[in-house]
């Protein structure tokens, strides 16, 4: 199946409105207002939003018995409402790093699919996240669905936060959108990069020519707003091992970047990594690239760290994975070849 089908944006995880109360509004609890303006969500979700200072008047947060005014500018960020496709539990084996009664840290290997969507209904993060859970008890609208609060790419490996009640959902979700939550990923990138820090920015959309793929539009006529600042930890001759940090979380955002300064991710084949972009053609070395394409069959990126605000206690909390099994073997090999 394509990525784009396995992935949505971030923001797509919760929905930002941003609503102009009518000059004839009367007044109107903004619980009541919004369910009628703001499709597929009770009022409990709107509730729940609103505790979690996700409803903002003229960006100020309101609880959810404020009465709107005319004229006023209601902002909402909002969880995702469950899908409607039925999703069944399966006792799949999860790399839990940490678990308590709001959140869940998953480690997710490479090759699995975070949501079941097109063509992939089994097997995925979240058919194992249910089975997870099955014992939790039931929320007022049924049984829990696990909370989703951003994604990350079927071949991409690293950590990943799960809400586990509507008021962490809601929480963690602001935090995303207000870009606070702190994430480094690892990535072996061809070349070496001139600066060995920067920051890449660049809207990022789907490409016009193929809809798997995301194109930067440095002018920002198309896509959305997104920031990597990346730094460089060890080069390799004709690979280097880099940070990066994200500012913003679109689908492919490092990927994406990294092609755009000229840099692709070492055997993405997305974004052209999966070839012999940096060195001679000899055999010798051409052979020494397809075992390391061999040894690490996918993109080499890892989410390896998440630091942010817990939902209910406010302590700041961090975590991290260390580097799979496949990224660190590719590593020694290049490692190897240039001692």
């Known amino acids: 199946m394509h990525e784009e089908e396995e992935l949505s944006e971030q923001e797509e995880l919760y929905e930002h409105f941003r609503i102009e109360v009518d000059k004839g509004q009367q007044a109107l609890r903004i619980d009541k207002f919004l369910m009628n303006r703001v499709m597929n969500v009770s009022r409990n979700r709107i509730q729940n939003a609103a505790d979690a200072g996700c409803i903002l008047i003229n960006g100020k947060a309101v609880k959810s018995n404020y009465k709107v005014k005319p004229g006023e500018i209601i902002s909402v960020v909002m969880s995702k409402p469950p ?49 997870h859970f099955k014992d939790l008890p039931q929320t007022a609208n049924g049984p829990l669905r696990p909370g989703l609060v951003h994604r990350i790419d079927k071949n991409t490996s690293g950590l990943l936060v799960i809400a586990k009640t509507e008021n962490a959902m809601s929480k963690l979700a602001k935090e995303f959108f207000d870009h606070t939550i702190k994430r480094r990923y690892i990535a072996l990138v061809w070349g070496e990069l001139k600066e060995s820090e920067g920051r890449i920015e660049g809207h990022i959309g789907r490409s016009i020519k193929d809809r798997r793929v995301m194109d930067v539009y440095p002018e920002g006529d198309q896509g959305k707003h997104a920031v990597t ?32 300064i000229g840099h692709p991710l070492f055997n993405d084949e997305t974004y052209g990594g999966n070839k012999i972009l940096k060195g001679t053609t000899f055999t010798n070395y051409k052979k020494f690239i397809e075992n390391c394409f061999s040894i690490l069959p996918r993109q080499a990126l890892h989410a390896q760290s998440l630091g942010f605000k817990h939902p209910l206690t406010g302590e700041e909390i961090y975590f991290e994975a260390e580097l799979p099994t496949d990224f660190s073997e590719l590593l020694e090999k290049w490692r190897n070849y240039t001692a």
């Open 83 to 131: 899908r409607d496709t039925e999703i069944y539990p399966e006792n799949i084996p999860l790399q839990i790093i940490y678990e308590d009664e709001s959140l869940l840290i998953v480690n997710k290997e490479a090759g699995m699919v975070v949501h079941p969507g097109h063509g992939n209904f089994t097997g995925t993060l979240v058919n194992a996240l249910t089975y």
């Open 229 to 260: 600042h990346y730094k460089t930890i060890a080069t390799f001759g004709y690979t280097s091992l880099v940070e990066c940090r994200l500012e913003t979380g679109r689908t492919h955002q490092i990927r994406a970047h990294m092609q755009h």
